[in-house]
């Protein structure tokens, strides 16, 4: 273990032929000329930038991989190098995936992400899973927990046949929880990995292709020094809880809880390091205006707008309880709007927001903001909680959807549904389960659903205006001890623009793929016997291959 020349903790060494070593400090200065006032530069500037670094890493993960021939040609196309860079694939959480799937013909590889499944009687999984990384150059990243109690490792591999780079196991601990959290790395536009650590700290790499381990660096967002100096302190009482978000210039955030105290008097909030290694935070109650908020949503992943400058995240006053979507600067984090979250169909009363959930801000390409909450109390919405909707001011409440909880929406682009007549531009894909658990009232009905954000129907259920159905489509597989089908377990499912399709995992054990131009269930792929709960995402790689999680394994299908 050494330290860096800025005093960052640094673990292991890569062995690395020289010549490559050059060209990654090469690779290096170009991402800090790409970076440098990035938010002060004309936006073709910073393009330019970018576009120049993503050629550059293709061509060095070209090199460091050694695979030439049709592989290394395929490595080289533009599309293949857009990564899948964070939970549901972009700041925005659009999921909108920028290559097409392949067919679903069969596991490609396969590779647990819980080696400690934790056992109970009701053939459940009461957890959420991480969600993989693709980098431009198909490596797969992959958050595994290794321990009953939530001890954690990430894994990198190689994406065409699964074999393993490296493997680094992280001090993370989870912060005090119901449902078990994900544990949610990042990869920057510069390929810079990131992921949680103990005490709130971040670990990070700057080669994640590396075939051998790669130097392993630690910051803290309120300083390292700071950290190192009474690390039992902040181990014991700060707590990342959310996935970590990148924006554009390799800025990242994270919402963080604290349950005790520290010698900086830190409270619950949101996180930003720079890409310089630079960090600053607000309480969630400064950010909500609200001194009874005293931590970001859990698993709540921070959005950014479609410009980059402002972020969106919500607080809440513990589980269950009631809070806020805030806007912030993402530059400085200063407040810049916030809202209380209602029950859509209870307007009086404070929506519920659980520390059980997924749910994160999407942000759509008109700038509207979704974010799903619970419905005051059990059951008045048969569990379904709403699609809260907002202008990006957060100064306007819109058409909510009939279906928020655990779930973040897909954008779908308008285009991509030839039934569709209406006059949006966009449409929005949701889980859209109706759950016949014993007292919460629904029939089983357990769909996906395109939604249209701008025209209304009345909800049958609570009789509330919401969002128009445009597409839904039942689960296939009927329930064994209640009423209705098995659910749909998704959190974020990716929408394919090429084939006009959306992939989703399904309770059963299945991947299917939803042809959003016949409506039909056109491809149904076997993953496993089937099981309840985890709700997990689905993704696509720079390759086309189909990423899923059932019963604790992450599957990779293709053709």
Not at 10 to 20: L, N
Not at 161 to 190: E, R
Not at 278 to 296: L, R
Not at 356 to 377: I, K, L, N, R
């Amino acid at each position: 273990m050494v330290n860096d020349s800025r005093g960052v903790k640094v673990i292991g060494e890569t062995s690395i032929d020289m010549k490559w070593k050059t060209l990654l400090l090469g690779g290096a200065f170009l991402g800090a000329l790409a970076a440098i006032r990035a938010e002060d530069q004309p936006a073709d500037l910073v393009r330019q930038g970018q576009q120049l670094l993503e050629k550059y890493n293709c061509e060095i993960c070209h090199a460091v991989d050694g695979n030439g021939g049709k592989h290394g040609k395929r490595m080289n196309r533009i599309a293949d190098r857009i990564p899948w860079s964070e939970y549901a694939h972009d700041a925005q959480h659009s999921a909108l995936s920028p290559v097409a799937s392949q067919s679903l013909h069969r596991i490609v590889w396969q590779t647990s992400v819980d080696l400690s499944v934790p056992p109970n009687n009701t053939d459940e999984l009461f957890i959420h899973y991480g969600s993989p990384l693709i980098t431009r150059c198909n490596t797969v990243i992959v958050p595994v927990k290794t321990t009953a109690a939530g001890e954690f490792r990430i894994e990198a591999h190689v994406g065409t046949n699964g074999v393993l780079k490296w493997m680094q196991s992280t001090d993370y601990i989870l912060p005090p929880h119901n449902w078990t959290p994900s544990f949610s790395p990042a990869l920057t536009p510069k390929n810079r990995l990131y992921f949680p650590g103990g005490g709130g700290t971040v670990y990070y790499c700057d080669s994640p292709d590396s075939t051998n381990l790669p130097v392993i660096g630690q910051i803290a967002f309120y300083g390292l020094a700071n950290y190192n100096a009474n690390t039992n302190a902040y181990l014991g009482n700060v707590y990342i809880d959310t996935p970590i978000t990148s924006d554009r210039y390799g800025n990242i955030f994270f919402g963080f809880q604290v349950t005790g105290s520290t010698p900086l008097n830190l409270q619950g909030g949101i996180a930003r390091i720079d890409y310089n290694g630079t960090g600053t935070w607000v309480s969630a109650s400064t950010a909500a205006g609200d001194g009874n908020m005293n931590k970001v949503v859990m698993n709540c992943a921070p959005a950014l707008g479609n410009d980059h400058k402002t972020l969106y995240v919500a607080v809440n006053s513990g589980n269950f309880g009631y809070g806020y979507l805030v806007a912030l600067d993402s530059r400085t984090l200063a407040p810049l709007a916030s809202i209380r979250l209602k029950d859509a169909g209870f307007p009086t009363h404070d929506a519920a927001l659980p520390d059980d959930g997924t749910a994160s801000p999407t942000v759509s390409p008109d700038g509207d903001v979704y974010f799903g909450v619970f419905e005051y109390q059990c059951c008045v919405n048969h569990d379904r909680g709403w699609l809260l909707h907002f202008d990006g001011a957060l100064s306007q409440t819109k058409i909510p959807g009939a279906f928020g909880w655990d779930d973040t929406a897909s954008i779908v682009p308008a285009s991509l549904v030839s039934s569709y007549h209406g006059n949006s531009s966009y449409l929005l894909m949701t889980k859209y389960n109706n759950y016949a658990d014993y007292g919460v009232g629904g029939n089983g009905s357990n769909k996906l659903a395109v939604l249209d954000p701008n025209a209304s129907e009345i909800d049958p259920v609570t009789s509330a205006t919401v969002m128009k159905e445009i597409l839904t489509i039942v689960g296939p597989t009927p329930n064994t001890y209640l009423p209705g089908v098995r659910e749909w377990c998704i959190n974020t499912a990716v929408v394919d623009p090429f084939t006009k399709s959306v992939l989703a995992n399904n309770e059963d054990g299945k991947l299917y793929r939803w042809d959003l131009t016949s409506n039909t269930l056109s491809e149904t792929f076997t993953l496993t016997t089937g099981i309840g709960e985890a709700y997990t995402p689905t993704l696509i790689g720079v390759d086309g291959t189909v990423y899923a999680i059932n019963d604790a394994i992450l599957f990779t299908v293709g053709q």
